[in-house]
Structure formats: C-alpha cells, structure tokens
C-alpha cells in the first residue's frame, strides 16, 4: 500500500516537471524575435534578438562615447549581458567605429566581416587607429569570414548572407527567384570600387517574417541581387541602403521585395536623399515609412548623385513616425525603433520617443 503511494506520487512529479518543461519550451518556442533600429546620427546599428535568446549586432555606429552609450542603453532595455555576434557591414567609421569602445564595455563572442580589406593583398588594412582598433577587438573573439550563401549560425533565425566582399548571391533564396520586370528600366550608375560595394548584406527571416538590411551596398551591386531574377523574394521590412542616399535604392530592388515597412537610418544632414526618398514611400505594398531623424532641408550634393534638395517638410514623414526630431541630437536621450515580430509573419513597431505602435497583420 505504502509502495504504491509512493509510486503515485512519484509519477505525479514526473508527470508535473514535464508539463513544466513542455511549457517552457512552448513559451520559447512562441517568444518573438525583436528588432531595434538605433539611432547613431546617419551610421548603422541595428540589434536583433532571436526567440531562443540570442543577439545580433549589425553595425555600431561612429566612434566617440554618444553612439556607444546609445547601443548600450538598448542592449540594455533588450536585458542582453553580451553579444554573440556582431556583424560588420563594412569598415567605414560610421559603421565599425564604435566596436573598440563597445568591446571594452560588453563581451562580443563572434565578429562576422568579409574578411581583407584588399581583395589583391589578400589581408586587412591595418593603416589606421580606427581599423586597427576593430581588429584588436575582432581578435579577442571568434573571427567568422563570410560570403554569399553563408548563414550565421542563430537558433530559431535563417540569417542569410546575400552579398559580401563585392560578391552576390548567386541561387534564389526559398520564396525568391522570380523575373523582374523592373530590371528593363533599371540604369546603371559609375562602378562603385569603395568598401560600400563590398558591404555584408542579409536577409533574416522568423519563420513567415523576413527583413532586408544590405549596410552601404550600391546601386549596380543592388542590381546584381534582383536582376534578371529576384533572388530575394518579398520581406516584410526593409532597411534602407546606405541611410538612404541616392547611390542607392533603385526601384529595381526596392519595389522587387515589395516591404510592407522600410526603416530609413539616415541623420539630420545625411542621407533621406529626394531620389530614394520617393522610391521608397513609391514602393507597392508599402504601408509605412518611418525614419530615425529629421531630415534638414540641404542642397543636393553631386557625390551622393543628388540632383534635388533633400529633407525638409515635404520630404519627411510625419512626426509620428520618426525617432528623433533634434537638429542637433549629441546630448539628447536614445531614441529607437523596436519591431516585435511574430512566427505568422505579424509584427509592431513602437518608437521610443513617443511611446506609440504600430501593428502589422500577417501578409496577405
């Protein structure tokens, strides 16, 4: 009789830790993936966290102590103790100059790149205090060299590499590979030779949601990735090339992957240039863009192949949907977007300054 209480009672807690731990991973299993888009005045910095706990750094701002302080005050917000793997576009200050700093404040375990510099010598630069303090940070983790078809290794998340090292996807993603249409009207711009042609660019999907960021990639490069055939199928939202500047962004490739929402990363007097500007609030299917800052009225600048004046009030979204109205923003708070994505291909966007969100249905 006693045996067989026992053994009652036994199975009963067998029976309860396992109801417990299938509701734990139940819970995991629905927890969304969370996105924030941080604003570093026109540079790059994007922070993923996966369902399963993971972080993704894409990109850390310029160098100096305001875009660091930003990041860190997301990650903490995101409650994320270290990175594991941070992801550098490509090596210009407004994207890599802020990892010496970050790494002395926060342990980064992965550094993904396109590894050299230089394509001909086969090895890094090393011929400035800013690359070289990426280097000596990329040093203290686990180097990962990455190109096209390569996927960083997330639980819960395809992170797929599309471009890097001025190389191109070369077989459609699932979902991607139809013609384009828009490749007939598509012209070309100057062969760009810089590191923002060499940019590491991904596509990262949550089971129905998927979302575009290509760093600084250029035009012609953009092209190589939808023409003749779109390589990258539809995403539900998309980053803008290169803060939105007009060497970037043609209709080839924004209105190919149809986002249902673009994020432009662009700063008072830099980028949100009148061309890609209206490409992109053009694109079909798009429901909203929202922009990082304000964009100041400037005259067009011949390096950006502007050849109107960019931002001022009718080039800017309205106030609702953008993160920082400062024309000066050194010394204000950090001001976000976060997107909230769930496995249906459902999302929200709320911005840290008003407080306000968005919801996003499913794709239809």
Request: contains cysteine; glycine residues 10%.
């Amino acid at each position: 009789m006693i045996w067989s209480i026992i053994m009652r009672i036994a199975l009963s807690t067998i029976a309860l830790a396992a109801a417990v731990l299938l509701g734990v991973v139940f819970v995991s299993a629905q927890r969304p993936l969370e996105i924030y888009y941080i604003d570093v005045e026109g540079g790059g910095a994007t922070l993923f966290v996966s369902p399963s706990g993971e972080s993704l750094l894409v990109d850390a701002g310029n160098p100096g102590a305001r875009d660091v302080q930003r990041i860190l005050a997301v990650l903490s917000d995101a409650r994320i103790k270290q990175i594991d793997y941070f992801l550098a576009t490509h090596y210009h200050s407004d994207h890599v100059g802020g990892v010496p700093e970050l790494a002395g404040r926060i342990p980064i375990r992965h550094f993904v790149d396109h590894g050299p510099e230089n394509l001909d010598e086969g090895k890094f630069r090393g011929s400035d205090d800013l690359f070289n303090g990426y280097l000596a940070a990329r040093a203290k983790g686990q180097p990962l060299q990455v190109k096209p078809g390569d996927k960083v290794p997330i639980a819960g998340l395809d992170v797929f590499i599309v471009s890097s090292r001025g190389e191109h996807l070369t077989a459609a993603l699932p979902g991607g590979g139809a013609a384009n249409p828009l490749c007939a009207g598509f012209v070309r711009q100057e062969e760009d030779q810089s590191e923002n042609a060499r940019s590491v660019g991904i596509v990262l999907r949550h089971d129905r949601f998927s979302t575009l960021a290509l760093g600084d990639l250029t035009w012609n490069k953009e092209w190589e990735l939808v023409c003749p055939n779109n390589l990258l199928g539809v995403v539900d939202v998309y980053l803008t090339t290169h803060h939105g500047l007009d060497l970037s962004g043609p209709r080839a490739l924004v209105h190919a992957v149809r986002p249902r929402v673009a994020i432009m990363n662009n700063g008072p007097r830099k980028g949100a240039s009148s061309g890609a500007w209206a490409t992109v609030k053009s694109s079909p299917g798009l429901e909203d863009l929202w922009q990082l800052h304000y964009a100041l009225q400037r005259p067009p600048n011949a390096m950006f192949n502007e050849t109107r004046e960019s931002g001022g009030p009718e080039l800017n979204v309205p106030e609702r949907f953008i993160a920082n109205l400062a024309e000066e923003a050194a010394h204000t708070p950090t001001y976000y977007f976060r997107v909230t994505a769930r496995p249906d291909g459902s999302f929200t966007v709320f911005n840290s300054r008003t407080k306000d969100s968005k919801d996003y249905g499913p794709r239809r």
